[in-house]
């Protein structure tokens, strides 16, 4: 059992809100998985700074905690070019004027054994082990800005309990997803994605599910078409939220046993894995609810 929430946000007047609304909707699933949490935020100009390539780092690899510019000046020398990079909790969020994948492949050559979170323009992934309102605390996730922001609750079933272990998955260039359930044929999926050449990080079964989607749309799908072909390929149980910086859409499995809900006003759309998550969000008393259909995409765009 986990917790799935995400918020698009189509009201410019929000963004400063962002973080708050994020972090109320992310706590209020805490007892749905406690062993760990992470978040995307789009857009926080911050973490993100827009026009710059981002990279966010959950972990170095190294052992030991590094004070944030010496990690920036490591990932530097090997770009060639100035770095900047905050810490936020125990993550690090690195931004240059390159494209993020140049950016990325300096951070991998500085720190090769780093859990990277996530990379791409105008988003940073957040994810640790921990309660969710201890990790948004040390994030200082209540103020955080931007138009949308996905995240999760984890409670670990097949996998280790590690930061490489955390869902969000954005496993490509500002991509996103988060999952409640299980897939049952993850491992031979997994098989035939390595033998295509996709590299994992982790054990996990969404990261397969993650990195199957990043393929499809790496090779020209849309988000609407890979989720389909993600409904026929993969068995199991699930509800997944996949989003990149400018769509957020959700699916379930062909018999929808795990929860999700869903909410529209003209100023926001926001899912959950149960409504006590959305119940604070500005206006939801005039809301359009409802519960996704088995194997229906819903997609939005900003």
């Not at 810490?87 to 050559?109: H, K, N, P, Q, T």
């Not at 984890?154 to 996103?176: D, I, K, L």
């Not at 199957?212 to 072909?229: N, P, Q």
């Not at 926001?270 to 359009?288: H, I, T």
Request: some cysteine; overall charge negative; hydrophobic content about 45%.
């Amino acid at each position: 059992m986990c917790g799935i929430v995400g918020l698009h946000l189509r009201t410019p007047d929000l963004y400063p809100r962002l973080g708050e609304l994020l972090t109320g909707m992310l706590c209020e699933m805490g007892d749905r998985g406690s062993d760990s949490a992470g978040v995307a935020v789009y857009g926080d100009p911050d973490w993100s700074p827009p026009g710059r390539g981002c990279v966010s780092v959950a972990d170095l690899g190294t052992g030991v905690a590094e004070d944030a510019t010496q990690v920036a000046a490591a990932v530097g020398t090997e770009l060639g070019g100035d770095v900047d990079g905050v810490a936020v909790g125990a993550s690090y969020v690195l931004s240059a004027e390159v494209d993020s994948e140049a950016l990325l492949s300096a951070v991998r050559a500085a720190y090769p054994q780093a859990i990277i979170a996530g990379f791409g323009s105008d988003i940073a992934v957040l994810k640790g082990v921990g309660h969710p309102r201890a990790l948004t605390d040390g994030w200082g996730l209540a103020g955080a800005r931007g138009w949308q922001g996905v995240g999760h609750t984890r409670m670990a079933t097949e996998s280790a309990v590690t930061p490489a272990g955390c869902h969000p998955y954005a496993v490509g260039p500002e991509q996103c997803m988060v999952h409640n359930g299980s897939f049952a044929n993850h491992a031979t999926i997994r098989r035939t994605l390595r033998a295509d050449g996709v590299l994992f990080d982790s054990e996990n079964d969404t990261e397969v599910g993650a990195r199957f989607i990043a393929k499809l749309l790496a090779e020209g799908r849309d988000v609407e078409s890979a989720l389909k072909e993600l409904c026929a390929v993969f068995d199991g149980f699930y509800t997944l939220l996949v989003s990149n910086r400018d769509s957020f859409a959700v699916v379930r499995d062909a018999i929808a046993c795990k929860p999700a809900v869903i909410a529209e006003t003209g100023d926001w759309v926001a899912m959950a894995s149960e409504y006590r998550a959305l119940a604070a969000l500005p206006g939801v008393d005039q809301a359009r609810i409802w519960e996704p259909e088995p194997e229906v995409v819903y997609a939005w765009q900003r």
